[in-house]
């Protein structure tokens, strides 16, 4: 610790994240995550910077930013992610921001997921979102498909709206599906219909 009496607040806490998963000092990095997340957005950019340096440490700190789920903290990761080229840390990276889960996120979750042309990241937003549906975000997804300009927008949210695993979401999904007895009206609502299969509450 001595070494890194001249490093404050989060660049500390996160040179020594780095140096515990050299060492594989799990006690160390376990206690080194807890304190970074409690720190919440103010460790957002020393943590960005250690997942742009990629390797285990970065798998670590993407994962710290995962669990602070803010905003900010998600869109930093979405935003590197779409920078990292194809590739093994790219999927590694997708797979923990697909394990975000704080709602207040949602809204650039649900952005991103519309405007990227980015596969990986289309995916990592996406599955994201599909277990953290609730009314509010179906609304919102049905509000984007009505408004919707481009056939690939269209196809990106009803497979949103297919894949939703919620139960908070059934509710909305329901109402989506409407008269079932009636083939369905688009592929909205035979996505909504797919989705009560998933959540099966």
């Not at 949602?106 to 953290?132: E, F, H, I, Y």
Request: with cysteine; net charge negative.
């Amino acid at each position: 610790d001595g070494l890194f009496t001249h490093l404050k607040g989060p660049a500390r806490a996160v040179a020594i994240l780095r140096m515990a998963v050299e060492a594989k000092d799990h006690t160390r990095i376990k206690e080194c995550m807890n304190e970074l997340v409690a720190l919440g957005d103010a460790a957002v950019v020393a943590l960005n910077d250690l997942v742009n340096a990629q390797g285990e440490a970065g798998l670590w700190a993407a994962e710290a930013l995962a669990r602070i789920g803010t905003p900010m903290a998600t869109t930093a990761l979405l935003d590197t992610l779409e920078q990292i080229h194809e590739g093994q840390y790219k999927e590694d990276l997708g797979r923990r921001i697909a394990g975000i889960s704080n709602h207040d996120s949602w809204p650039v979750l649900l952005d991103t997921l519309v405007q990227t042309g980015d596969a990986a990241v289309a995916r990592a937003a996406g599955a994201s979102l599909a277990k953290m549906a609730d009314t509010a975000i179906v609304d919102e997804i049905v509000a984007r498909y009505e408004g919707a300009a481009t056939q690939a927008e269209l196809d990106r949210l009803a497979q949103l709206v297919g894949s939703i695993q919620s139960t908070k979401a059934s509710d909305a999904l329901l109402s989506l599906a409407g008269d079932v007895t009636s083939a369905p009206q688009d592929s909205l609502q035979q996505a909504a219909i797919d989705a009560l299969a998933n959540v099966g509450d």
